[in-house]
């Protein structure tokens, strides 16, 4: 069964720092990993979908790298911004049925 | 536009009552998802759907039920018999497995 775990649980910097988030997961018979970002009491935004056969995926100043062998995947943020605050969820896919399993989630606080 | 919307947003359920949330999507996908947030947690999958007429349970499925009679809609029915059913519900929906999911904006289900 895909386990996935996120770290930190919390993060917070100041304006304009650059952050790496963390995900990793067990099975590593993946075809896919998503990003999605939460806002309080709102639904999930997707960000980034990276396929197996990719290393990185890259959307403005987010990229997401992927690497099934180690079982792990990082978000990096560039130059962060206040509007960036936000809990931020990776996602595996476990079972042939694309049922995605997430993580806990990292909150991210950005100090302006 | 596209879209899941799932309703209604707030939802009040008293003691021993069924309450059914809504969800519908008209972005032709296929397969539709049923997951549950509690707070500082992960999603967990409730119930999950590949085509019409037919469902699956998730990983914490005691106490729901789900219909799927249209490709549209995936309503989720939490029972009586879900002893701490007050959480965050989302709906969401993918197409493909090499897609990712799409999420709607979620009901927030309270029990008084």
């Known amino acids: 069964k895909q386990e996935v775990t996120q770290i930190p649980a919390a993060l917070s910097v100041p304006e304009g720092e650059n952050l790496v988030l963390n995900c990793s997961f067990t099975?590593?018979?993946?075809?896919?990993l998503q990003w999605f970002r939460q806002d309080p009491g709102k639904g999930l935004t997707s960000l980034l979908l990276i396929q197996s056969s990719q290393r990185e995926q890259t959307s403005g100043r987010l990229n997401a790298s992927l690497d099934k062998s180690s079982g792990r995947s990082t978000l990096y943020i560039a130059a962060s911004q206040p509007g960036d605050s936000a809990t931020y969820l990776c996602?595996?896919?476990?079972?042939?049925?694309?049922?995605?399993?997430f993580g806990s989630g990292t909150q991210l606080t950005v100090l302006p | 536009d596209g879209g899941i919307t799932q309703s209604p947003k707030y939802l009040f359920r008293k003691e021993g009552q069924n309450v059914t949330l809504s969800c519908e999507q008209n972005l032709n996908h296929d397969a539709m998802y049923w997951y549950r947030q509690d707070p500082g947690q992960g999603l967990r999958l409730i119930y999950y759907?590949?085509?019409?007429?037919?469902?699956q349970k998730g990983d914490i499925a005691e106490g729901y039920s789900v219909s799927r009679e249209k490709k549209e809609s995936f309503p989720l029915t939490v029972t009586s018999a879900q002893k701490n059913p007050t959480a965050f519900y989302l709906c969401?929906?993918?197409?493909?497995?090499?897609?990712?999911?799409?999420f709607g904006s979620g009901t927030r289900l309270t029990v008084v």
């Open positions: 969401a929906s993918s197409t493909d497995r090499y897609y990712g999911y799409t």
């Open positions: 996602a595996a896919p476990s079972g042939s049925a694309r049922q995605l399993t």
């Open positions: 759907s590949q085509i019409v007429n037919d469902f």
């Open positions: 099975d590593s018979a993946i075809y896919n």
